[in-house]
């Protein structure tokens, strides 16, 4: 134990963790990344966002490229080579950032401005220190510049301290991710090389809400549907035909009840057979979670969840079938004794690991077909509703899979250690519950993926004054050191 301390003291005072950059110079070269507009659509900006970043990490000996691809903002390379190392190891973060609406702004979301924790202007060039609850505030200031800058001055401090890596860097910055990275599936094809490193850590999104800093392994999946259950070819009086002619709404709704219960339990036959089983360590590391359940109680304004009293994050794990609408008829003031001619829902699913849009179709469509319906694609005449008992027609959106990495990979031990002796533990999330195209990454290799955000949770990321809490970067700063020394 003793020998383990002293092994470990060593280790702090030759490391260059805790060490701290200058953070006048972080602050200043920062703001002036945030002053170059953003959009992805805004092709000029883009090409001057992409040149600012190229010159950032070359002036630190980084060499870059950019990746192109036509009508697509380019992706930044950025390359640190170490003679002898066998894994490269990819920091993602996207440059560009969502539109803006300027009336909305305490100050232009291009004009970089300091303001205290009460929200008045500081003059921070002329301040001997920087209060670490000061903020910065312009666009893209929490989603997505900061890791940029963040690795930047990692590899300042780094060097100053006379460290190398022990693996390769390689920096990919994206420009078009507030887009929906319409791009991304193509330059991942066309760039085999450079965009299937051995691991990848993205850098986006905000910390936990208890501040805590979270390491993600996952998302899920998503697909949509739109389902349309035909009744008479007119609409009729439901006082003379009410009993005698199927009403499209009751039909529906039969359907919805025959998919899902009310505790969220899907009801499709087949339905759980592609879905993991949960591991003991993401058993763990939900349990040992933060506990939100009660505030978000409150906050919400219910008195029981779904789920059966499980707790949010282990509901997360499972798919779910959510019903986003439904339209026929009229209600209060509007409403008619009529049987309606046809009633429509939207739905959609969210898929864990292994399902697929493809197999969840399948099954979905089994099932409609047991309910003894017919399926059709697009919307059918008379004729066709006059030969089937029971009409549907059912439209998929396109939807993609999910993605999860193991939290008891050698890989993600050895982040989540890094972050904890840096002295940032980090909430280890097994999934979030939304989607995001993280598969594109993971696939075809099935390549490691982590998303490692610092940004804080109230930056006001996608809305007006978005912001960065100054502790945020530097604490940004620590693991990106942390894990450029530490990495194997
Ligand atoms: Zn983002």
Known sequence: MKRLTILFVLFLATSALGQ???????VAEFVDLLAIPNLASDAPNIARNAAAIRAMFEKRGVSTRLLTLDGAPPIVIGDVRVPGATRTIAFYAHYDGQPVDPAQWKSAPWTPVMRDAAGNEVDWRNAKSLNPEWRIYARSSGDDKTPIIGMAAALDVLRAAGHKTAVNLRFVFEGEEEAGSPHLAAYLAKYPEVLRPDAWILCDGPVHQSRRMQLVFGARGVVDLELTVYGPVKGLHDGHYGNWVPNPIVRLTHLIDSMRDESGRILIAHFYGDVQRISRAEQEAIAKMPSVETDLKREFGIAATEGEGL??????????????????GHVGAQASNTIQTEAQASLDFRLVPAETPESVKTLVEQHIETQGYTIVRT???????????????????????????????PFSNQIASLMAAAGHDPVRVPTLGGSIPMYLFQQPANTPVLILPIANHDDNQHAANENIRLQNLWD????????FEGLR
Request: positive net charge.
């Open 20 to 26: 701290k950059p200058d953070q006048h110079a972080v």
């Open 311 to 328: 707790p949010l994050n282990e509901m997360l794990m499972l798919p779910a079938l959510n019903v986003r609408g439904i339209q026929s």
């Open 379 to 409: 919307t059918p005449d008379a004729a066709t509703r006059a030969a089937h008992a029971k009409l549907i027609k059912v439209v998929w959106g396109s939807g993609y899979p999910p993605a999860r990495t193991p939290l008891d990979l």
């Open 476 to 483: 940004g700063i620590d693991v990106y050191v942390a894990l």
